[in-house]
Nanobody, 120 residues
Framework: QLLLVESGGGLAQPGGSLRLSCSAS????????IGWFRQVPGKEREAVSC???????YPTPSLKGRFTITRDNAENTVYLQLNSLKPEDAATYYC??????????????WGQGTQVTVSS
């Protein structure tokens, strides 16, 4: 079982950057795929990116180039670098762990989310 905790959210200006962290406690972190999702109230959860246990990344095409996912298995942490932020990127960002990257129902464990606000 994994316990996931997101951090790093906050207020950024349009064009700014944030780095989100997903820190895990529990056994076997290195064997899990870790996905990032985001959700705005009243809208469906949207996949942002995922990194497999082998380190293969699966970015959402529309966000590729601005958002980058990496993992540090020694630190049991996955990072999501958000660059060139736009107001429409504002959402609650969640990380999740599962056997493989896929749609949100494929994940077994979820964090509590971290809020990203983009505003001048």
């Amino acid at each position: 079982q994994l316990l996931l905790v997101e951090s790093g959210g906050g207020l950024a200006q349009p064009g700014g950057s944030l780095r989100l962290s997903c820190s895990a406690s529990g056994d076997g972190f290195e064997y899990y795929a870790i996905g990032w999702f985001r959700q705005v109230p009243g809208k469906e959860r949207e996949a942002v990116s995922c990194i497999s246990s082998e380190g293969i990344t699966y970015p959402t095409p529309s966000l590729k180039g601005r958002f980058t996912i990496t993992r540090d298995n020694a630190e049991n942490t996955v990072y999501l670098q958000l660059n060139s932020l736009k107001p429409e990127d504002a959402a609650t960002y969640y990380c999740a762990a599962g056997g493989m990257c896929g749609i949100y129902t494929a994940y077994d464990y979820w964090g509590q989310g971290t809020q990203v606000t983009v505003s001048s």
